[in-house]
């Protein structure tokens, strides 16, 4: 069963299978099911860019999208997460992409069910689309991960992007450094990378990688104003002067304005926040194909199909 839960479960090899299949289909390459495949996209979280590039991704993939909205679902009655993947397998749901508060939620479902469940972002946990997304914009950039360095900056402790974005590109080679609140590092993190002052972290890296502060997830009262948190933590306009002459701006998303970057640089020459989501979409595309390949087959040129 080709799950998508977790970056480290990917071997370096189907890193680079994946980031290959997603940039065949940036290139224009098809794939198509050989039979009429249903997907659920079951979002029990907020979410934008995650949820409408796998939509989008599916239905350019040919796929039969079952509207699924937790509100309206029998979820509100009390069904648990298991009777209800239990209940689309029943109904002929051929795979689900699950985004969950609770860490490892599908801990639960692995092993259990026979459809493949493509992790959209569990609690803290993990964000595999997000990174493999963010590993397809800094190749782009870049050619190679080898001696890159990244500084992610921001609610470490609290994002599941940093989490798997350091496990994938500390193995890929890349130099990855922590940097914002010291409070909110995560000394698990260590074992990927160390924190650095973030005038440093920004001066030195080749991307400069933003992270929302996720307040849904503190328990206390914010200590950060706004203003303090852009001026002690934020990218400001001041210290994107002072990044390396090729170096890129990457943020997963949402972005909070003013806060963790300064308004006016979302969108600058060195910005790769709207690549990051134009890319989301053949990353999913790809992982969508990884996971239906092995068990419906399919067809690689559309051409071919339709003869
Ligand atoms: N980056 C990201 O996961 O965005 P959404 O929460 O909008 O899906």
């Given at each position: 069963m080709k799950h998508l839960l977790t970056t480290s479960e990917l071997s370096i090899s189907e890193i680079e299978q994946i980031l290959s299949e997603a940039r065949g289909f940036k290139a224009?390459?098809?794939?198509?099911?050989?039979?009429?495949?249903?997907?659920?996209?079951l979002f029990f979280e907020p979410s934008t860019r995650t949820k409408c590039s796998f939509?989008?991704?599916?239905?350019?993939l040919g796929l039969e999208v079952i509207p699924f909205e937790v509100a309206?679902?029998?979820?509100?009655?009390?069904?648990?997460?298991?009777?209800?993947?239990?209940?689309?397998?029943?109904?002929?749901?051929?795979?689900?992409?699950?985004?969950?508060?609770?860490?490892?939620?599908?801990?639960?479902?692995?092993g259990k069910t026979n459809i493949p469940i493509l992790n959209a972002g569990d609690g803290c946990g993990h964000h595999p689309t997000q990174s493999l997304l963010d590993l397809m914009t800094i190749q782009e950039e870049f050619e190679t991960f080898q001696g890159i360095k990244v500084a992610i900056i921001g609610d470490i402790r609290h994002s599941r992007v940093a989490r798997s974005n350091a496990d994938?590109?500390?193995?890929?080679?890349?130099?990855?450094?922590?940097?914002?609140?010291?409070?909110?590092?995560d000394e698990s993190m260590r074992q990927n990378g160390h924190?650095?002052?973030?005038?440093?972290?920004?001066?030195?890296?080749?991307?400069?990688m933003?992270?929302?502060?996720?307040?849904?997830?503190?328990?206390?009262?914010?200590?950060?104003?706004?203003?303090?948190?852009?001026?002690?933590?934020?990218?400001t306009i001041d210290r994107e002067k002072k990044m390396k002459p090729n170096s890129i701006i990457m943020h997963p998303a949402p972005v909070n304005r003013d806060v963790e970057i300064d308004g006016r640089l979302v969108e600058c020459e060195r910005s790769r926040i709207f690549k990051q989501m134009e890319n989301g979409v053949y990353v999913r595309m790809a992982v969508l194909k990884r996971a239906l390949d092995q068990y419906q087959g399919g067809v690689n040129n559309v051409n071919d199909y339709q003869k």
């Open positions: 224009g390459e098809s794939w198509l099911p050989h039979n009429q495949t249903f997907v659920a996209n939509e989008v991704a599916e239905r350019k309206t679902s029998s979820v509100l009655k009390g069904e648990t997460l298991y009777d209800t993947i239990r209940t689309l397998e029943s109904v002929g749901v051929n795979a689900v992409v699950i985004r969950h508060n609770i860490d490892n939620y599908f801990d639960e479902l692995v994938a590109l500390v193995r890929l080679g890349a130099e990855v450094v922590f940097s914002g609140p010291q409070e909110w590092f924190y650095e002052n973030i005038d440093t972290a920004i001066e030195t890296s080749d991307v400069v933003l992270l929302r502060i996720q307040h849904e997830r503190h328990s206390d009262s914010d200590k950060h104003t706004a203003e303090e948190y852009h001026r002690q933590y934020g990218l």
